[in-house]
Each structure stands twice: as C-alpha cells, then as structure tokens.
DNA sequence: CGACACCTTGAAGAGGTTCAAGAAATGTGG
DNA sequence: CCACATTTCTTGAACCTCTTCAAGGTGTCG
C-alpha cells in the first residue's frame, strides 16, 4: 500500500455515482452518502492496497485503475479469487474477523475512494437507503462468488475463458466501453489462476479462439469479433 | 417448500444461539433479537426451502437438518455451493436482485427459523449489534467462498475430498459431535458436484483413502483414523 | 420381496498439465 | 537511443489425472 495525499471528495460529483451508490438518491440523500468516504488513496501498480492478516478499517470503491483479489494458503498456492473495475468495492472479506483475508493488488497504477466501516455501519443505522445498498453490494460479491464456483466445478477450459471474456467486455461495455475490444491488464497466469487452468492452456486457448476467428489477439489486446459464438461456447 | 404449523419460538431459548446470534448479549438485546424471527418452517428431505428465481423475503437459519444450495444453468448443469447445517444461515442471494439466484434443498426432514428480511433491516437500524452481526454474516460467506474458489481452483481430488472431510468434522464438532466420525448426509454425486469432480472420482478416492488406513467408510459411514495424514493431503 | 437409488470398480479415452525451448514485448542502465 | 536483462507469451511433445462408459454390487423403502 502506498499512501498519497488523502484528498476529500464528494461521491455526489463523482462520474461513478451510478456504479457505488444506490440509484434515485435526491440531494439531501446524496450529502450524506457523501460522508462514507474519507479520503482517497493512490495505489501504485504490482502495490497491495491491503492485505492477507492486516487489520481490517474499510471497505474501498475505486475510482481509477483495476485491481486483483487472491487469496495464499501456507504452502505458497494462490488462487485470484477476482480481477476488480472502477466502481467496484473491495475489503468485505475483512469484517467477519476484522483482520482481511486475501490481497488486493493494483494491476495498473489506481486510486480508490476509502470508506471507514465504522462509519458506513452509523450512517447504515440512521439512513436505510445506505443500509440496503450495502446489504446488496455484499450479495451481490455471494451471487458473483457462485458463479464462479459453477465455472471452475463444471466448466471446460475453453468455456472458462469464453465466460470469462464475456464477464470482463460486459463489465467494460457498462462503463462506456466498447462491446468487442478489450485491454486485458493481467498476465495469462493471472487469469489462469482466476479461472483453475495453467497459463499454458490460457494461451493455447486464445490460440484457439483466434484460430476459430472468434476473437483477435495481440498480446493483452483482443477483439472480439464473434460474441455470439462465445456465448454459444458457455453452454 | 412444504410450509408447516409456524410456530413461534424464542431464540434466546435456543440451544443453537451461540451459532446464530451475537455472543454477549444480556437479556434485554437477546430480548430484542428474538423479534427478527417470525415463525419456524418444517422441509421434508428433497423439498426446497426456497429456489431459484422465486420472489426473496427472508433469511433462514437452520434448527435441525441439513441442506445443500446449489445454482443451475439454463443448460441444465448445476454446481452444489454449499452444505448447510444447525445453525447456518441461508438466502444471502437472494438480497442483491430481490430474488434467489440458487435452491436450498433438505438433505433430510429440516426445521428453519423464518427471519424476514424487512425486519432484520430495520431492527439492524435500531440495534447496532444484529447490524454487526448480518454484516458478519455475510462476509463469513464471502470468506468461505474464496475457500471454496481455492479449491476449485487448485486443488487435486485427494486434496479437495481431504479438505471436505476435514471442513465437515470441525464443524460438526463445534455442535457438539465426534471430531472423528460422521454420516454424510449427501450422495456421492452431490459431494462430486460440490468438489468439482464426478461422482466415480469420489468413490475411488474414499476406497483409496480406506486402503491407505486414513478413513473407514461404510456407504455414508465415515470415520477418520488419521486426521494429520489428511491435513498432510491437503497441504 | 422386488424396484430403485446409490455405490464400487475396471478399462479406455480425453483434457489439461508439465517440461522445455524459443519468440516477443517490456523495462533498465549506460 | 540502443543493448541487455527480464518478464511474458507461444507452441510442441510426453505424461498424468480425472472422466466416460460399462457392469455389477449393495442398501433401502414401499
């Protein structure tokens, strides 16, 4: 974690709004959803924001840049348990023991807003709109879970890797990117250890694909150019 | 879902309360926690307590019985998420979309405690301890997920049945039973599902692991004879 | 007691891994 | 800005784990 100048800003002007907070909020609403967020924080690229034992404080939106969740067992395994976008929320790993269970590391330099869960829990108790949103935001990180749970237990590599590129444009298209291109910001071993399959099998996968004419592949840059054969491809 | 006498019970009378409720609570809390409990609900073994796609209206902690979750895919697949038992609690999927995302399955003739969500959200408002506990809850079932994912995701068969046997044992022994030997209440198919591996796999590490002298096993009769020599397995 | 669900075991096969080598990109220091 | 080191990616070949298919056994419940 590299702490930078916390800088104070109100969600009701973030471009984000729409993807943290609960819709239909008016301005009174708004002024007091504001008050979640402490400070934001830089994180550089290959930095952890928080990680496995540190004591657990906050939960964090980010604002700008990606991240990566992965938890380690003793015996030095690891399994990236998600790949995180602007918008999204991090940290909720960490309430049940107060101490956080996995690491959050920036995939490319990141800022993100930070969000004291003390203070998330006394505006929740006062303000229901606030309460409900986060009772969604964590189900929402159960249902996701699920998913993926079904991916690695009955899926086979290609369907993986379809499913997950389907995953990653749609998140991007809801943020006002395109549809069929895509800039991957991790390695094929991260994204091997996100979907259960070597990075051997993540190449030969995208070889694949690009041999099938499905997609194009140049490096961390991939074009889609048939979704549908990749949505025929999951199931 | 087989809807039966409600019958209203007290929580703070209830031998499985170190399991659903906040420890230290004196009497006036445990008083109020009582409330989130509306009545209870028999489910016979095979019937679901709730399934996919059905409108969401409340938790459930388990009294006696034990389920399985599991999700479905338009094709038919399905992975089991999940095996709950005394004292856990279910429907956390069903918050984000207002509706269940997965199925809850008896595994035998059930008893769960209907805690509708309405009012949990707004006794949470009121009694900052239930607030804490929820938030609680849920990141626990975000922890074990990421468990779950780990898994999936990295683990070989001896290692995952290992793993599931050991999980199942401490569990059952935090409510009271023998930390050696326990009946399984699903099929070798449904713990495939859950573990990622079809149901022969199953079999054939349970005889491998008799053979080995690490368990006995009799149809759904297990008994462990050397726990170190599974946690070796799973590390 | 018979039907049905569940479990075990064998043999063959497929999908993914492992090991290895080289190519392409990226970063670093002079 | 170029040379070099490092990281990342691709591809091939052999191997291994788990799956698939098949048959028979065991237990359970009406």
Same sequence: chains 1, 2.
Avoid: W
């Avoid at 973030?14 to 708004?30: I, T």
């Avoid at 049940?96 to 330099?109: P, S």
């Amino acid at each position: 974690m590299s702490p930078q100048t916390p800088l104070k800003v109100a969600c009701s002007g973030c471009n984000l709004r729409e993807l943290c907070m609960p819709v239909g909020l008016n301005d009174s609403e708004m002024a007091r959803f504001d008050e979640v967020v402490s400070s934001r924080v830089k994180v550089r690229r290959g930095a952890a924001l928080f990680s496995a034992g540190q004591k657990f404080s906050a939960l964090y939106a980010i604002r700008t840049g990606y991240f990566k969740t992965r938890v380690t067992t003793t015996d030095g395994r690891d399994q990236v348990t998600g790949f995180q976008m602007a918008g999204e929320i991090m940290g909720l790993d960490g309430i049940v023991n107060d101490h956080h269970t996995c690491d959050a590391v920036a995939l490319e330099d990141a800022e993100v807003c930070v969000m004291p869960f003390e203070r998330i829990e006394e505006l929740s108790r006062e303000f229901g709109k606030l309460q409900h949103h986060m009772h969604k935001v964590m189900s929402r990180e159960i249902v996701r879970e699920h998913g993926v749970m079904l991916l690695l237990g009955s899926m086979r590599a290609e369907e993986r890797l379809a499913a997950f590129l389907l995953n990653l444009v749609q998140r991007l298209h809801a943020r006002g990117f395109s549809q069929s291109e895509l800039l991957l910001r991790m390695t094929r071993e991260e994204i091997g250890s996100y979907l259960g399959l070597k990075l051997e099998t993540i190449s030969r996968t995208f070889s694949k694909f690009a041999e099938d004419g499905v997609i194009e592949v140049r490096q961390r840059h991939v074009r889609i150019l048939d979704t549908e054969a990749l949505r025929a491809l999951v199931h």
